[in-house]
């Protein structure tokens, strides 16, 4: 174990020393890497699923839930958007050496920001081996080296990732030791790695509450902890029943094992009947397992061939990351927000509605990183949102808040420019 970490902590220097020869290089450069990764990638792809395939495996005799093993999957569409996503990073503006915010003082100073990387990124994650692609080229297109500790449970996976995403980089201009893969699935490198503050600038972890937890708690850098999603979709009074149907299957079917799907169903009274009964048929052809209140219940038992449950205290406010949904019926707009604001996460909620005073209230009272009218909460990602790809989703208020690009990987320094001004 002592050869481990003295390992880690010669990649965490290495690492270091890249960050001050990325911070300077050119946005051709880094381009060209980013296209040569996403190359790479697709050349490498038998390679890639075949050792995917063994992870899933190990994984699915281990006991691993549904949820995880969907996040582990790798196939050659999924690996295919992944290098499309490289490239669309790849064609987003470099927000290295922005200059805003300019202005000139009555004395005479030009006072403003520039933009600059952050140093060195750590990131701690379970079972995605997606991030291990997204993370690195994230971090190299805004000037940044990478620490990439993943689980145990897709080794094999990210190592098989990782290793053409380094060569493909150095080959075109990216400092060695820009990206650094710890190979030991060891819990103590997690350990000695939080403690590494002269090396790591900003710890992101990704994975399951108990693993953010403890990285928040344990970490003695700055850590951006998020991806807990327990979303609501409220349908109000006002909404249109057929747009409200297709928004709720499309946020709790579309890909129900990921944090943005939809976990509580908000139904106002004066709605319900009509909506519930519609919804309620729709999950049923994907087979989706209805956890009601009393109300619900009441409306939904004459209706044949629905998975109904009654709903337990314990079903609000819990991500369910299956094909199972916690439905009520609320009184008013002010008990939605009620609700919400009692059991959510800050990931991602949305309205259904045509009032558009009921939208601007939502807009405005809900206390969340992405807050959506008319619109599935299925968008909350940094590829819909054009930022190409993200190392997260944020759900605290500092640093960075909702899906984490390009942008969020950089601070900024003051610049000041005088003409031999001194302080009177």
Known sequence: MEQAIKELEERGKAAKQASKKLAFLSTEIKNKALLNIAEALMSRKDEILSVNALDLREAEAS????????????????????????????????????????????????????????????????????????????????????????????????SALAKPIQEAAYQTGIPEGAVQFIESADRALVNHMLKMRDVIDLLIPRGGAELIKFVADNATMPVVAGGIGVCHTYVDKSANIEKAVAIAYNAKVQRPTVCNALDTLLVHKDIAEPYLSLIAQEWAKADVEMHCDEPTLSILRPIPLLKLLPATKEDWGKEFLALIAAVKIVDSLDEALHHIEVYGSGHSEAIVTEDYSAARRF????????????????FTDGGQFGLGAEVGISTQKFQARGPMGLKELTSYKWIIFGNGQVRP
């Open 63 to 158: 006991g691993m839930g549904a949820a995880m093993l969907d996040r582990l999957l790798l196939s050659e569409s999924r690996l295919e958007a992944i290098s499309q996503d490289v490239k669309a990073v790849a064609a987003l503006p470099d927000p290295v050496g922005e200059i805003y915010e300019m202005r000139t003082l009555a004395n005479g100073l030009q006072v403003g920001k520039k933009r600059v990387p952050l140093g060195v990124i750590g990131v701690i994650y379970e079972s995605r081996p997606n991030v291990t692609v997204d993370i690195s080229v994230l971090c190299l297109k805004s000037g940044n080296s990478v620490i990439l500790r993943g689980g145990k449970e897709a080794l094999r996976s990210n």
């Open 363 to 378: 807009i405005n009272e809900v206390d969340a990183a992405c807050v959506y009218v008319n619109a599935s909460t299925r």
